[in-house]
């Protein structure tokens, strides 16, 4: 009788032992820590990540002629902008890395690193171009005044799936990017312009495979009210990698 | 005695990493965004055109073999394509669910239209059939949740072309996965094509779909209708082909738009970035874009619609552009 009351305690107990390690909190042991973003992850997104180029591969491996830009919603603004793409100019002007911010750069055919700078901070390295980005979790509004950048700054957050409902369900999600104060730049290396307006909008899924391999996913969402005749909606995606071997940064190139 | 069973029975069952709540609703329709690949899902692809794939030396052949007389004959005009050809075409999708008298969704539906079969996705726990039991057009779906994504196995499917109007094959040993994400109204589409004949690794190809309730559906016709379209060929037996080595657009690519053969005929190394660095020094972009320079498909359904814009949004160049591009 002990021992089947021993078996009824533990079969009830269990479950919150077990899920109180989800939140990576005791209970009735030390002081809790408080949940960071980086410990309160649904997903793991850091590691090393190549793009695969399957699609738009003349527009996204090579560089394609000028005036050449199907499949974008573009202003007739910005189509007059994009046959006078002059790289050898934007060189010359020290506007080398304008397809490298963050709406070109990420089609472009990279690799990627991420990892954790701090407790809030996941910061995203391109070896295309050489180009770091950091997504900020929390509410750190910009700074005031603070300068466009190729980058620009982004606030993360993420999604926790059935919006984290479920005692004891597995944690899983993905994460949710807005970046603005962009530097205008290019969305395609020929010149395809994006003005300081764009809300660039990134969702991140992470899918395995039964075999153990892994996908990144980012859905994007180029919104520019100057260029754009409708927001730009496309998803790329990335396998991951098991180590940097093959991570080969390269500066910026403009003409190539 | 029974009263502490079935306590411990219910406790058991409310604790269990059961992600309950983490599904969404894939009922609806969705328009297909044409923001990427925008030439081979209106127009079509141009002939020789393997881009973005990596194709194995024998699915390299066969789709050499190929001409687009080929989908012109009667008895093929109206062939089903593949299950997961909906990332290559026009159309936009309607999804709906099949329930139980509880409620409980035991499939989700694909409407098909006149060129595809319905796609049903079991999510009743069935069993895959045997590969040597019937494959079809629409081929043989299950799914199940993993938190809010909804990943798919299709197999037992047929032999078709894998993208279209180009001639690029998947045998019906391919075997797919695929991962549905919703982000707002954003349905974001992830398939992962293995087949051990035709490729040399798995091909994957991302999409998004939006939410649109007023999309009706498909937005096809549903009856495919069947033309003389080639008289020429008509009682004939001929079936159109180019012989191995025969094909004239083989090079198309690479003489026309400056394409690396190898990438044109679809080598699996031109899909990662090293490939890039290879080519640098031998590589020059066309002097100018001819054809279906700013097409983009846009609330009006029109292919090549680009309104106010004023580049060649078509498939024919203006004379004074074409002879433009001649020039080298």
């Not at chain 1, 909190?25 to 992850?41: H, I, K, Y």
């Not at chain 1, 950048?149 to 899983?172: E, F, M, P, Y």
């Not at chain 2, 709906?96 to 539906?109: K, M, P, T």
Request: net charge neutral.
């Amino acid at each position: 009788m002990v021992r089947k009351g021993l078996l009824l305690a533990a079969v009830i107990v269990l479950p919150f032992v077990l899920s109180s390690g989800m939140s990576a909190q005791g209970r009735g042991g030390a002081p809790a820590a408080p949940a960071t973003p980086r410990t309160a992850a649904p997903v793991d997104l850091t590691g090393y990540w190549v793009a695969i180029i399957s699609e738009d591969w003349r527009w996204r491996m090579i560089t394609p002629a000028r005036g050449d830009f199907p499949s974008i919603p573009m202003t007739l603004e910005a189509q007059k902008l994009a046959e006078a793409w002059d790289p050898a100019k934007d060189e010359a002007a020290g506007e080398g890395c304008r397809a490298y911010g963050a709406p070109g750069l990420m089609r472009g055919p990279t690799r990627l690193h991420i990892s954790w700078q701090d407790d809030t901070t996941l910061k995203l390295e391109s070896d295309y171009g050489m180009q770091t980005r950091l997504f900020k979790f929390g509410n750190a509004a910009a700074p005031a005044n603070a300068p466009r950048t190729w980058q620009g700054l982004s606030t993360a957050q993420w999604i926790v799936a059935g919006g984290g409902r479920g005692r004891g369900a597995q944690r899983s999600g993905s994460m949710k990017t807005v970046t603005t104060n962009l530097r205008p730049g290019y969305l395609r290396k020929n010149g395809v312009p994006y003005s300081a307006n764009t809300v660039y909008t990134e969702y991140w899924d992470v899918n395995t495979e039964d075999n153990g391999d892994k996908y990144l996913v980012v859905t994007n969402v180029v919104n520019d009210p100057t260029y754009l005749q409708a927001p730009w909606m496309t998803a790329i995606h990335f396998k991951k990698e098991p180590d940097g071997t093959k991570f080969d940064p390269t500066p910026c190139d403009a003409k190539f | 005695m029974r009263f502490f069973r079935g306590v411990a029975l219910a406790g058991a069952l409310c604790f269990m990493n059961v992600p309950a709540f983490a599904q969404f609703d894939l009922n609806g329709s969705y328009t297909n965004r044409m923001f990427e690949d925008y030439i081979e899902r209106g127009p079509g692809s141009d002939l020789g055109d393997y881009t973005g794939m990596p194709l194995s030396d024998e699915g390299r052949a066969k789709a050499l073999l190929y001409t687009s007389n080929i989908p012109s004959e009667i008895e093929r005009q109206c062939l089903a394509q593949s299950p997961w050809v909906l990332q290559y075409r026009p159309l936009g999708m309607r999804i709906w669910s099949e329930e139980d008298d509880n409620g409980r969704v035991l499939a989700w539906i694909i409407g098909g239209d006149y060129l595809r079969d319905n796609l049903t996705i079991w999510m009743d726990g069935r069993p895959h059939p045997s590969p040597n039991a019937q494959h079809s057009p629409g081929g043989f779906s299950t799914g199940k949740w993993e938190g809010d994504t909804l990943t798919v196995k299709t197999t037992n499917v047929k032999t078709q072309w894998i993208r279209r109007g180009v001639g690029i094959p998947g045998s019906d040993q391919s075997k797919f996965t695929i991962h549905f994400s919703m982000h707002d109204d954003l349905l974001t589409v992830l398939t992962i094509q293995e087949d051990s004949i035709y490729l040399t690794e798995p091909h994957v190809v991302s999409r998004v779909f939006q939410k649109d309730a007023r999309f009706g559906g498909a937005g096809g016709r549903v009856i495919c209708n069947t033309a003389n379209e080639l008289p020429r060929l008509e009682d004939t037996g001929i079936v159109p082909h180019y012989l191995p080595g025969q094909n004239p657009e083989a090079d198309h690519m690479t003489r026309d738009l400056n394409v690396p053969h190898e990438a044109a005929m679809g080598f699996a190394k031109t899909l990662y970035p090293e490939y890039r660095k290879t080519i640098k020094g031998s590589y020059a972009a066309p002097t100018a874009c001819t054809r279906y320079c700013c097409g983009w498909i846009e609330r009006q359904g029109l292919p090549g619609a680009a309104p106010g814009l004023t580049c060649i949004d078509g498939g024919q160049a203006p004379p004074a552009k074409r002879s433009q591009a001649t020039e080298k």
